[in-house]
């Protein structure tokens, strides 16, 4: 058998994760990069591995020249409430799912979990005139709306696999002290539940940043377009070749998911519910 | 403090019929324990006096006043649950004051009430802490006191020291004992662990399969078992049962390892007797004997020697608690004597035949 503490099992684990690094992290490294290079660097036939002159150049223009700030805003708009609509709606579906036992709970929360099974874009096909007919195409209510119903159920069931777990004396013990059930879920059950509900919300939240499908389809407006079509449309045409201004936008617009990641992750973590019961 | 009256109490989940009508007067300011074998309901039915759940037939009431369709919080009763169930998001302090905070009681009341409660129950000093920073000791102290702020009519127990080890739950069992005293409030309380149930009851009910087997005073249950079920479940070690054989002449019972005469003109026929282990006595052969057998055990704890004795010709054994000083060598064959007016006498429904009265007859 393999012994992990050996010398050869050492380097064996270094090579495989400074491979998988290597795949992971280089067109991010590449990405940086190149939208600090300066043009001329940009389109030398042998690319430098490290930029000669460091220039800020490509987000100076990215950021004043193009529309990449109101790619920006719309995405966080959309994202943000898609997210924080999604988060909330779940809390509610997922809590009864996972609390009361009434009539056609099973079957309803299926039905849901059976939406994921269908590819987005087959989705798209009966959301588009149905969002014509109802004067949602090309507003960011219809967008929102649309990305709730992509996020919806696997956020609930993320959410009811936690609830299921919380004790059910817990909740005894709020109702013989008096609590209503709407205040127990208000008081008790959602501020220990703080770590899944972060979850839910950077799920959903990335969702709908990532998007490209839905937002390039159901939004029409130059001024209304989020972010992904946003660059894709501004740096990626036939007769578009600024790649340092492509890198340092794409770079803006990936910087929201990673700051929310480093404020939100120790939530993955922590371990709230510790002490509630034993 | 408040007297407690259930009567035809029924409880089912869905078609399962978890208590099968259950009567029973808990008095003012009575302690009293639930005691059963897992599944007999005990927890349903303070769950209901709690108004955690739904009473499906029967009637409950608190001082007079039907409570059947009352919310908990209006029936004046405080509940400690198994698990401790304290909130972790919350201090001690906040713990202990959300049932006041609900009702709507001001914040300088709230503060004394727990004050006062944390000083009783020493945990003063952990107001500021999260249940998280707490011992085990300490939680089960928050819960308790969680439930005495609210100054309830009625104080219900789930199994309240079975997370605990040993030695704490000798420790809680007797701070339990003195907020009984200090308190005399009326309490309930579900174990499954007999000496609580027989050190701080003023009163056990018996539970089995859903109904009530017998309700009584701890020392009324031991001596005085209505039942089988009960002479079985209540003492540890449990009381010894031996079948009887047929009846020859003049009353006489064969039982494994010896004989018996229980005079006839009872009530039903003896099936069955039970002695308990520390009414019977390992003498030499030579010596007056009922029973003969052969130890095929020895358990040393200390204070006690309990031998298990295989009755000669059967396969049956007896358990024969002795003083923690006596040795018993393994595989002696000894005689078992006893005091007859110790045995219990069932019939063949498993009930006590109180007129019984069994002469122990000397081993042939």
Not at chain 2, 260 to 285: K, N, T
Not at chain 2, 330 to 339: C, L, M
Request: charged share 15%.
């Amino acid at each position: 058998m393999l012994d992990l503490s050996s010398t050869t099992a050492k380097i064996v684990f270094g090579l495989t994760l400074a491979l998988i690094g290597f795949f992971l992290f280089f067109p991010v490294y590449w990405m940086i990069t190149s939208s600090l290079k300066a043009d001329a660097e940009l389109y030398k036939i042998i690319p430098t591995a490290f930029p000669q002159e460091i220039t800020l150049h490509h987000y100076w223009t990215a950021l004043t020249q193009g529309r990449l700030p109101t790619y920006l805003l719309n995405s966080l708009i959309t994202s943000g409430s898609s997210a924080a609509l999604n988060s909330l709606l779940a809390l509610y579906a997922a809590y009864s799912f996972a609390k009361y036992d009434y009539f056609g709970r099973q079957p309803i929360m299926l039905l849901m979990l059976s939406a994921q099974m269908f590819p987005f874009g087959l989705l798209l096909i009966s959301i588009y005139p149905l969002w014509t007919q109802f004067g949602l195409l090309d507003t960011q209510i219809g967008l929102i709306l649309s990305y709730i119903v992509f996020a919806l159920p696997v956020a609930t069931y993320m959410l009811f696999s936690y609830f299921s777990q919380v004790p059910d004396e817990l909740i005894d013990a709020a109702r013989a002290d008096g609590a209503s059930d709407l205040r127990i879920f208000h008081t008790i059950v959602i501020p220990i539940s703080i770590p899944p509900i972060v979850t839910v919300f950077l799920y959903s939240f990335m969702w709908s940043w990532n998007d490209l499908l839905y937002s390039m389809t159901l939004i029409v407006s130059d001024d209304k377009r989020t972010i992904g079509p946003g660059l894709l449309l501004t740096y990626l045409s036939d007769s578009n070749s600024d790649w340092g201004g492509a890198m340092a936008a794409s770079l803006v617009a990936s910087a929201p998911i990673v700051v929310a990641f480093m404020f939100l992750q120790r939530y993955f973590i922590q371990g709230v519910t510790a002490g509630a019961v034993k | 403090m408040a007297k407690l009256e259930l009567s035809g109490i029924k409880k089912s989940f869905g078609t399962t019929e978890v208590l099968k009508g259950i009567d029973l007067t808990v008095e003012d300011g009575e302690f009293v324990a639930f005691v059963g074998p897992s599944g007999c309901g005990k927890s349903t039915l303070l769950r209901l006096i709690c108004g955690l759940d739904e009473i499906t037939a029967g009637q409950m009431a608190i001082d007079g006043q039907i409570v059947n369709d009352v919310p908990p919080a209006k029936r004046g009763i405080a509940m400690v649950f198994q698990s401790y169930a304290l909130y972790p998001h919350m201090t001690v302090a906040d713990n202990m004051g959300y049932a006041l905070r609900l009702a709507g009681t001001s914040k300088q009341e709230i503060k004394a009430r727990v004050d006062t409660a944390a000083k009783v129950l020493r945990i003063n000093n952990y107001l500021d802490r999260k249940p998280r920073q707490l011992s085990g000791g300490q939680r089960q102290r928050v819960a308790i006191g969680r439930a005495i702020v609210r100054e309830p009519r009625i104080f219900l127990f789930d199994e309240p020291l079975s997370n605990l080890d040993a030695s704490l739950r000798v420790e809680m069992r007797i701070e339990i004992a003195r907020m009984k005293d200090r308190l005399g409030t009326t309490m309930v309380y579900v174990t499954h662990d007999q000496i609580e149930a027989m050190t701080l009851a003023d009163k056990i009910v018996v539970l089995n399969a859903g109904r009530v087997e017998q309700v009584g005073s701890p020392l009324d249950l031991y001596n005085k078992p209505q039942n089988r079920f009960v002479a079985g479940f209540i003492g540890s070690p449990k009381m010894n049962f031996l079948t009887l054989g047929a009846a020859t002449g003049e009353s006489r019972f064969a039982v494994p390892g010896g004989e018996i005469r229980i005079p006839a003109g009872l009530s039903s026929a003896p099936a069955e007797i039970g002695i308990r282990p520390e009414h019977l006595e390992l003498v030499d052969l030579g010596q007056q004997h009922t029973l003969t057998g052969t130890v095929s055990m020895t358990e040393h704890l200390g204070s006690d020697t309990y031998a298990y004795v295989s009755l000669s010709s059967s396969e049956e054994m007896l358990v024969v608690r002795l003083s923690g000083e006596r040795a018993v060598k393994r595989n002696q064959t000894i005689g078992i004597a006893f005091d007859p007016e110790m045995i219990h006498v069932f019939s063949a429904d498993g009930q006590t035949i109180a007129s019984a009265r069994p002469v122990a007859l000397e081993a042939a």
